[in-house]
């Protein structure tokens, strides 16, 4: 069992990003979720150090931002893994938006530039716009993010893409059969997870079996992290209480054989309900 093979790991443990050189808690930050600065602070001070926030920044996006240059008053540039993730499907918007945030931030780089959302390969003109910004030592690593879990291996075997941040959870599990078995030991790529709560479908009581109570956050969080192809699971938090719920994960450490039956039940019966 994959459980067993981590079971001396703790979540509080670092690691590293595929073959990268970038260091990271295992809980990863998002910035769409209208928590508050202070909330993404504390989430640094635990160890969280890997951030995503996207190329528009607006609204309460802006509180990462702040969180961002409060951490690098303090910290040395490298103390923080910053994503970036871009939309806009056109290199020239790409590398526009991307050093206006750097500008703006006086970050001098991002460590990764996530291609957005795309359901097969990216345009030859948006990979050109993407290499030509880590040549020039703008952007440190490349990346993707899609729901088709089957282009991932393809994309890899080209040998463009540094990492991958993929839909993963208990209830949309197919990546254990159509990514996992099919990247390479050697030059392993980056897996960051998202969804882990399937949209919060996973924590409602409405969703469960009969006389099952719904998973926690921490569940679905532990459920990703004991897998041993996962790097990092990406979270979210609306307020800093819910920051602070979300960080108990790194009390903890991988399934138990009895926690993992459980939770694949619930969430095969999510999947098919």
């Not at 509180?63 to 923080?80: D, F, G, Q, T, Y």
């Amino acid at each position: 069992m994959q459980a067993k093979k981590l079971e001396s790991m703790k979540f509080s443990e670092k690691t590293t990003i595929g073959s990268t050189d970038l260091k990271v808690g295992r809980l990863g930050i998002a910035s769409s979720y209208r928590a508050p600065a202070e909330a993404y602070e504390l989430a640094f001070e635990k160890g969280c150090n890997y951030f995503t926030w996207g190329s528009f920044i607006r609204g309460k996006s802006s509180e990462m931002k702040k969180a961002i240059v409060n951490i690098l008053n303090n910290n040395p540039r490298e103390s923080l893994v910053l994503s970036i993730i871009s939309y806009a499907h056109s290199a020239w918007l790409t590398e526009y938006f991307l050093k206006k945030r750097i500008n703006e931030m006086n970050i001098g780089y991002v460590d990764v530039l996530l291609l957005g959302y795309f359901s097969k390969r990216p345009p030859q003109r948006l990979i050109n716009g993407a290499l030509k910004l880590k040549k020039q030592g703008l952007v440190k690593y490349i990346g993707i993010t899609s729901h088709n879990r089957k282009l991932i291996p393809q994309l890899h075997k080209e040998g463009i893409f540094d990492l991958y941040h993929i839909r993963y959870n208990a209830a949309n599990n197919g990546a254990e059969t159509d990514i996992f078995p099919h990247l390479p030991e050697n030059n392993k790529p980056g897996i960051i997870s998202f969804t882990a709560t399937r949209w919060g479908q996973l924590l409602k009581k409405k969703k469960m079996p009969d006389n099952e109570p719904p998973l926690s956050a921490i569940d679905c969080y532990r459920f990703v992290l004991s897998n041993p192809s996962v790097d990092i699971c990406m979270s979210g938090a609306k307020s800093l209480e819910q920051m602070k719920e979300n960080l108990e994960i790194l009390n903890s450490g991988p399934l138990s054989d009895e926690e993992m039956s459980r939770i694949r039940r619930i969430g095969d019966y999510v999947y098919h309900k």
